[in-house]
């Protein structure tokens, strides 16, 4: 009960916020000494000359977009020191979705928090490998734990894949007849894992790959 009417009354903050940013804005787009401050702000923040969305601006349409974001944020269920939520767009799903048309392979390099480096609370238990053995030991816990039907290989002890990916943390590539065709930024803060979906799709729906 307490966390419905929480809900409700988080729901309406966020609408009446939406309400007051896009009043706001559209007062001060309609003010001469402010209008061009505005436009300045928005083309810094959107990349795009003031021209290609000023039509628009301050009305029920972006009214709908900004509320639709803050309450987006409000409805997360990815809270901070809680739980990841199992996306739908994970890795083994976009594994399952192509496997007719790629195949998939996971190297797995360096461990991204053992124990004996920048370790994190709550995370799995293992030690930088020192040894070939440890490191296949680590890529097996991956394997079972990660419930993908990829193969799991393992790099060499001396990271030479590693190396000359410069995939680590992680990082995803496309390789298509010995040749790269899509090198991904790096994990995991440029990290796009739609970004292969999309290229994967696009594949598919060229009519010369078929
Ligand atoms: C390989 O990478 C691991 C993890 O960063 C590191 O501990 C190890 O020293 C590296 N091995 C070599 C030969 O550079
Ligand atoms: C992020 O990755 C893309 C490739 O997907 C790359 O073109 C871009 O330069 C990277 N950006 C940064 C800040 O590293």
């Known amino acids: 009960m307490l966390r419905q009417l929480n809900h409700g009354i988080g729901l309406l903050v966020a609408i009446l916020k939406s309400v007051i940013i896009v009043v706001v804005l559209r007062i001060a787009s309609c003010l001469p000494f402010l209008k061009e401050r505005v436009q300045k702000f928005e083309e810094q923040h959107l990349l795009v000359p003031y021209q290609n969305f000023w039509d628009e601006y301050g009305g029920m349409k972006m009214f709908t977009a900004v509320s639709k974001i803050l309450i987006s944020d409000h409805e997360r269920t990815a ?3 809680g739980c990841a939520p199992n996306c739908k767009n994970d890795f083994s799903e976009v594994v399952r979705d192509f496997e007719e048309v790629a195949d998939f392979l996971i190297v797995y390099i360096c ?3 053992p124990t004996d480096e920048w370790r994190w609370n709550n995370n799995v238990e293992i030690q930088q490998h020192r040894t070939i053995q440890e490191r296949l030991d680590a890529a097996e816990m991956l394997k079972k734990k990660s419930k993908c039907s990829a193969p799991v290989v393992v790099d060499t002890m001396a990271n030479e894949t590693n190396s000359a990916y410069g995939a680590w943390p ?3 590539f496309i ?3 010995g040749k790269l065709v ?4 790096t994990g995991p803060y440029n990290y796009s894992l739609p970004e292969v979906r999309s290229w994967l799709k696009n594949y598919v729906n060229n009519p010369e790959n078929n």
């Open 175 to 177: 390789i298509q007849e």
């Open 182 to 185: 899509y090198v991904g930024g």
């Open 79 to 81: 809270r901070l020191g």
């Open 111 to 113: 461990e991204a928090h």
């Open 170 to 172: 992680e990082r995803f």
